[in-house]
């Protein structure tokens, strides 16, 4: 299992070649890759702020779990934080496991976690000025999928 | 001991880590003392969802600090 943290880009097809390579065992890969939106002229910039040493602690804590419920073989995933132009990739997720099914649902649980739970803080820069974006409604239903005793 | 503000905490007030030597003794007098010297951060400080972090830990409700240790004040986290 891999978490890591960049202040610059990244090259998501070159990651997923790496977290391929050598699996003779995994049957299955899912990834997601999340890109910064322009929101039609809106959003110039994002902003994300992370908080060193703990940020990857928790995202770390998020991947065991999901190992273990999913029963993942490996997982990946690579966040930006610092200043990141629209169209750039922001965030990576990666899960390997010996089916589809598995893979599939890890990833999702993931990115629903990183939405909400992840140690980021992210401010939109645009015309109209800065402000602080927070999860949303439909984030916090996301999430909460995961919580109650159905699914795996 | 080390006060981190992050996200809009961090532009309420003005500021993103102090340094306060001695620390009060615990995570209330630590409040206390923040919002006496400026009311818009307490408030902010006690607002939904935010978390405490003392030494990279999440902690609710109260909690002994000591000198050396870093506390980090988390407004709703948002990832992705």
């Given at each position: 299992?891999?978490?890591?943290?960049?202040?610059?880009?990244?090259?998501?097809?070159?990651?997923?070649?790496r977290?391929?390579?050598?699996?003779?065992?995994?049957?299955?890969?899912?990834?997601?890759?999340?890109?910064a939106?322009?929101?039609?002229?809106?959003?110039?910039?994002?902003?994300?702020?992370?908080?060193?040493?703990?940020?990857?602690?928790?995202i770390?804590?998020?991947?065991?779990?999901?190992?273990?419920?999913?029963?993942?073989?490996?997982?990946?995933?690579?966040?930006?934080?610092?200043?990141?132009?629209?169209?750039?990739?922001?965030?990576?997720?990666?899960?390997?496991?010996?089916?589809?099914?598995?893979?599939?649902?890890?990833?999702?649980?993931?990115?629903?976690?990183?939405?909400?739970?992840?140690?980021?803080?992210?401010?939109?820069?645009?015309?109209?000025?800065?402000?602080?974006?927070?999860?949303?409604?439909?984030?916090?239903?996301?999430?909460?999928?995961?919580?109650?005793?159905?699914?795996? | 001991?080390?006060?981190?503000?992050?996200?809009?905490?961090?532009?309420?007030?003005?500021?993103?880590?102090?340094?306060?030597?001695?620390?009060?003794?615990?995570?209330?007098?630590?409040?206390?003392?923040?919002?006496?010297a400026?009311?818009?951060?307490?408030?902010?400080?006690?607002?939904?969802?935010?978390?405490?972090?003392?030494?990279?830990?999440?902690?609710?409700?109260e909690?002994?600090?000591?000198?050396?240790?870093?506390?980090?004040?988390?407004?709703?986290?948002?990832?992705?």
């Amino acid at each position: 299992m891999s978490v890591r943290l960049t202040t610059g880009p990244f090259e998501p097809g070159a990651d997923l070649t790496r977290f391929c390579a050598g699996r003779t065992e995994s049957g299955a890969v899912a990834s997601f890759v999340g890109l910064a939106r322009a929101e039609a002229g809106a959003a110039t910039a994002l902003e994300l702020e992370a908080y060193p040493g703990f940020t990857e602690v928790e995202i770390g804590r998020m991947v065991a779990r999901a190992t273990e419920r999913f029963g993942l073989h490996d997982a990946l995933v690579i966040h930006r934080h610092g200043a990141i132009a629209p169209g750039e990739p922001i965030v990576m997720v990666a899960t390997a496991a010996a089916h589809r099914r598995e893979a599939f649902e890890a990833c999702d649980y993931l990115m629903d976690y990183l939405k909400s739970r992840a140690p980021f803080w992210k401010k939109e820069h645009g015309p109209a000025g800065a402000r602080w974006i927070e999860p949303t409604a439909r984030d916090l239903d996301d999430v909460a999928r995961w919580d109650g005793g159905s699914g795996p | 001991m080390r006060v981190l503000l992050f996200g809009r905490l961090a532009d309420i007030a003005g500021w993103r880590e102090r340094t306060l030597d001695p620390p009060p003794a615990t995570l209330a007098a630590l409040r206390a003392r923040l919002a006496d010297a400026d009311a818009a951060l307490g408030e902010a400080l006690s607002g939904k969802g935010v978390q405490v972090a003392v030494d990279k830990e999440i902690v609710r409700g109260e909690a002994q600090l000591r000198r050396g240790c870093e506390v980090a004040f988390l407004p709703p986290m948002s990832g992705g």
